[in-house]
């Protein structure tokens, strides 16, 4: 099972982790986790690669954390970019709860 957790301090999205494979098909044809890496690896793409948001991350096999540098939570792209990954999990794994959740936790 994959458990995506998003992270909110002061109502803001200050990151998220995803831990786990789904385990609804074979390692490598498993679309359903396939899905969730893709979105996971875009946000590490928008927030080190492009723009140096990213506070710290931790990607290995099965896990990816990331959190937002604490003077960057209040711009609008990240929030955008922290709004638009959850409700892109929130999407994919719809219907899916044998396989992976969601929650949110505010630190």
């Keep these: 099972m994959t458990k995506i957790t998003f992270f909110k301090k002061n109502n803001l999205y200050i990151g998220f ?6 385990g609804k098909d074979d390692f490598g ?8 890496s893709t979105v996971a ?16 991350k931790e990607i290995s096999n099965g896990y990816l954390k990331i959190k937002v540098k604490d003077i960057f939570t209040e711009k609008e792209e990240v929030q955008f970019l ?11 794994i719809e219907g899916e709860n044998k396989f992976a959740k969601m929650e949110v936790k505010n630190v």
């Design 17 to 22: 982790e995803v831990q786990g494979h789904t």
């Design 29 to 36: 044809k498993d679309l359903l986790c396939c899905q969730i």
């Design 41 to 56: 690896q875009m946000a590490i793409v928008g927030f080190d690669e492009i723009e140096k948001f990213a506070e710290f």
């Design 82 to 92: 922290l709004k638009t990954c959850y409700y892109s999990f929130k999407s994919i």
